[in-house]
């Protein structure tokens, strides 16, 4: 065999054995674009997909007007008519749920969900 044949022959190999591992690297991409997308929310446009420093994902939703932890009403009607709107807006349902009362019968906190 002459240096020019092995030349073509190495090439081919070349060509062969690159073509695997292209291969082997899609079905991987293929494989990671599987596993992000079952990770994504149904309405993609409504929800953006986060992270906690823990490694946690959770999904935030894309409103106007999300309340903010420890925000004080006048009324309870009030806060339950906030946050059903915000409620609608993202996408979710509230519940009422009990309450609790101070020893004088006052309503001291309510619970939704």
């Not at 002459?2 to 073509?8: P, R, Y």
């Not at 519940?95 to 906190?109: D, F, L």
Request: charged residues 30%; proline residues 4%; hydrophobic residues 30%.
């Amino acid at each position: 065999m002459d240096e020019e044949t092995s030349l073509q022959m190495d090439e081919e190999e070349l060509k062969k054995l690159n073509e695997v591992i292209v291969e082997e690297v899609m079905e991987e991409v293929t494989v990671m674009e599987e596993v992000t997308e079952c990770m994504r929310t149904p309405r993609p446009t409504l929800y953006e997909q986060n992270e906690t420093p823990g490694g946690s994902i959770y999904w935030e939703p894309h409103v106007e007007g999300i309340p903010v932890e420890g925000t004080y009403y006048g009324t309870i009607d009030e806060a339950l008519d906030m946050y059903t709107k915000y409620a609608e807006m993202a996408g979710f349902e509230v519940k009422k749920g009990g309450q609790r009362k101070t020893k004088s019968g006052a309503v001291q906190h309510k619970y939704i969900y």
